[in-house]
């Protein structure tokens, strides 16, 4: 279970989530949905322990992160968390220097301390997967931005993560390569993951997020099925996004 | 226009009276630094030079009706000056070798030296110049001395003056020291930690050098030294220095009885011609050294870099401070003066290394700083993303840095790099200032002995791009390597 319960983040006097609190069930997915500066990416650097939360708390099953802990506990959860939980930044950010294999197994060898060669077969497993098995030798500087996507969420889930987050990502693809996306996303999720979207196209979050979380600086406006939040928004600022947003 | 001319009658007016009223003039050379009892900066009076050589050349110059006039000059470059008449003579205890006598002409002898080895007072090993077979000898570069060290096959290094050379013998950076007498009883005789070892040996001759061309001044010069050894001038100089001996008697008296003077054919046992193949061999053991330098200060620069870089880049406040204040000092200050430090400052604190080491991590630190900075700029260009996605892949930093920045930093990094090392391998040649054997030293050793700026320059030009260029085509090697990487896909699509 992934639960977030009155989570809150400040820059100095400036407070960017102002108690946030939420559950994913597993094995679905929730999309985050706002304008921007609403403070979802803010709340997608919490969820992986990139920002220091200043209030509240983030559960990803067994790893618990309170923001009054001490230091050096809260240090050490923050590590624990990160192998919970994947991230696919809207920018990808693959590393250059190594080929689309060396991407995938970077963590894994180095990090779990899986061996080399079962590493490198789950890497192709997931590659296939993907559909990117054409692309393993080569190196992410000759990848287009879709291609760079796939290898980014093969990476991402090849350290088993309970829950994969994904930043924009449908910023980089054309609505043809959005379809194609959705549909990988949601053969990951019968698979057994769990996800959280951040979008501001709800367009693509339609087809894919079991429910949908609405936020407008850093508040959770409206929660709910997608079904729900799509067709009946409760409050009046949901309706008002939804309307502009089509 | 009007100006101009009354401008020239003014300078021609100058020039007539300077040659009419005023005196001719001598101007001779010699070496004032660590000079004594030649000719040297008057400790009691810095604007002065005094010594016995001066004192001689001024009753000279008096015998021939002119003016001594003394151009300071280096004692390795002696002979190279006379030929571009930065001054007429030289008077610096200059011995009639052979290789000289090619170059230049020499007067009648007006001395007779003898050698004299020094070890430390403490070392009872070496007796004679037969026992330094395998010792570090040290002495003054193209002399008698440095000759019969060549001769014998002894390792010797070359000094400028006597005061370094008997500085690195007590710090046992030698084991013993040669120089001529005069030299010897003036730096080295009263000092506690240094005793004779053995007698003077060996006679040669001192001779004072004019251009090939000078005949008429060669005959006033011999009849000026005739001149002052007959009528007592120069036995009176000589006493008041102490150098006045039996060996000057006996090669006066004949001068003295209207007879020849002794034949410098008599005393040219220390002579050593050039040789083409010995340059050569010496270029190649200094080529050697030169590499030795070069590649050992790069491990250095490459290793501390790394941990400045990091300090100043990510370190708390303090390290940041203490690194910033390292970079400074080392590009902020001459390499040549820190060498220097290093070389005579720190046995103070008594830590004596030898030359090449000296050198070896001078300029491994100096160059740290440099590599520090290239390091730096190439971390701070790889994007704040790639920290991020190596940490949410579960890694720690030091695992990101090791596996993730610091690859990508190092392809950034690389061109410069080759670029420091290059001027590195160039800058091996301040290690000339500490006496050390390098192909810098080498050619201007072997050119000042020979004459052979020229062919000595290609050649030691020929050894530097020997060893600079097949590095900088291996950084363009390996620079390609990880561009390709990068583009390999574009190249495939270009040629399907």
């Given amino acids: 279970m992934i639960r977030v319960t009155d989570l809150r983040k400040r820059f100095g006097s400036n407070e960017i989530l102002k108690g946030i609190s939420f559950e994913v ?44 802990l001490s230091h050096s506990e809260y240090r050490k959860r923050v590590k624990d968390l990160r192998l919970k939980v994947g991230t696919v930044f809207q920018h990808f950010y693959l590393f250059p220097h190594l080929s689309v294999v060396g991407n995938i197994i970077e963590a894994p060898v180095h990090v779990l301390r899986t061996a080399k060669k079962t590493a490198e077969t789950e890497a192709s497993e997931l590659l296939e997967a993907v559909g990117m098995t054409h692309a393993a030798r080569r190196y992410p500087g000759s990848l287009s931005g879709g291609e760079q996507q796939r290898v980014a969420i093969a990476r991402a889930l090849a350290m088993h993560p309970a829950l994969l987050l994904l930043d924009e990502p449908t910023s980089a693809l054309d609505p043809r390569r959005m379809h194609s996306l959705r549909a990988l996303l949601r053969t990951f999720v019968d698979r057994g993951h769990t996800m959280i979207i951040i979008s501001h196209s709800m367009g693509f979050l339609e087809g894919v997020a079991d429910n949908i979380l609405y936020m407008e600086s850093g508040v959770a406006v409206e929660f709910g099925s997608t079904d729900a939040v799509m067709n009946s928004p409760q409050d009046a600022r949901t309706k008002d996004f939804l309307s502009q947003a089509e | 226009m009007l100006t101009v001319q009354r401008l ?60 001594a006039e003394f151009v300071p000059s ?70 008698a001395a440095s000759r019969l060290l060549e001769q014998r096959g002894i390792p010797m290094r070359g000094y400028a003056d006597p005061v370094a050379a008997y500085r690195d013998l007590e710090l046992k950076r030698l084991d013993a020291v040669i120089f001529d007498v005069p030299a010897e009883a003036f730096y080295a005789r009263n000092n506690p930690k240094l005793k004779p070892a053995g007698a003077p040996f060996t006679r040669g001759l001192y001779v004072i050098g004019l251009r090939k061309d000078d005949d008429a001044l060669k005959a006033e010069v011999d009849a000026a030294i005739d001149k002052i050894i007959v009528d007592g001038t120069l036995e009176t100089i000589l006493k008041k220095w102490g150098l006045w001996n039996d060996a000057q008697v006996e090669f006066q008296a004949p001068i003295r009885a209207g007879k020849e003077s002794a034949k410098v054919e008599e005393y040219t046992n220390t002579n050593v011609t050039f040789n083409w193949r010995e340059a050569l061999w010496r270029l190649t053991r200094a080529a050697a050294v030169t590499v030795l330098i070069a590649l050992g200060s790069m491990v250095i620069a490459v290793t501390l870099g790394l941990p400045l870089a990091v300090g100043q880049w990510k370190g708390p406040a303090w390290l940041r401070g203490l690194c910033t204040i390292y ?18 400052g720190l046995p103070v604190i008594g830590i004596a290394m030898p030359g090449w080491l000296t050198a070896l991590v001078g300029l491994g630190l100096n160059y740290a700083a440099y590599e520090s900075q290239v390091y730096r700029a190439s971390l701070e260009a790889i994007p704040n993303g790639q920290w991020e996605a190596a940490y949410s892949l579960g890694m720690g930093p030091l695992l990101a840095f090791r596996r993730i920045i610091l690859p990508q930093a190092f392809r950034i990094a690389l061109p410069p790099m080759t670029n420091d090392f290059v001027s590195l391998f160039k800058d091996t040649s301040v290690a000339y200032a500490i006496s050390v054997w390098e192909l810098a030293t080498a050619y201007r050793e072997l050119a000042n002995a020979s004459g052979q700026f020229l062919l000595l320059g290609v050649a030691v030009s020929a050894f530097y791009l020997a060893m600079s260029l097949p590095m900088a085509h291996l950084a363009r090697l390996l620079e390609r390597r990880l561009r390709d990487r990068a583009t390999e896909r574009v190249e495939e699509e270009a040629a399907a």
């Fill in chain 2, 327 to 344: 970079v400074e000092f080392f590009r902020g200050t001459p390499v040549l003066v820190q060498l220097l430090f290093l070389y005579f």
């Fill in chain 1, 25 to 68: 069930p597993p094995q679905t997915v929730l999309g985050v949905i706002g304008a921007s500066g609403s403070g979802k990416s803010t709340l997608l650097r919490c969820l992986n322990g990139l920002e220091t939360i200043s209030g509240g708390t983030v559960e990803v099953e067994s790893v618990r992160l309170e923001a009054t």
């Fill in chain 2, 74 to 143: 280096d004692w390795e470059t002696l002979v190279s000056a006379l030929q571009r008449k930065s001054f007429d003579v030289i008077v610096n205890g200059l011995e009639p070798t052979g290789d000289r006598a090619q170059q230049i002409l020499f007067s009648k002898p007006y001395y007779i030296f003898q050698l004299q080895l020094t070890v430390r007072r403490d070392d009872n090993r070496i007796n004679s110049i037969d026992d330094c077979k395998n010792r570090s000898v040290g002495t003054l570069a193209n002399t």
């Fill in chain 2, 8 to 67: 020239t009658a003014i300078l021609l007016l100058f020039f007539c009276y300077g040659s009419v009223a005023g005196q001719r003039v001598l101007r001779w050379g010699a070496d004032p630094s660590g000079g004594a009892p030649y000719v040297f900066t008057d400790p009691a009076n810095p604007d002065r030079y005094i010594g016995y050589e001066k004192e001689m050349v001024d009753a000279l110059a008096q015998a021939m009706g002119r003016q």
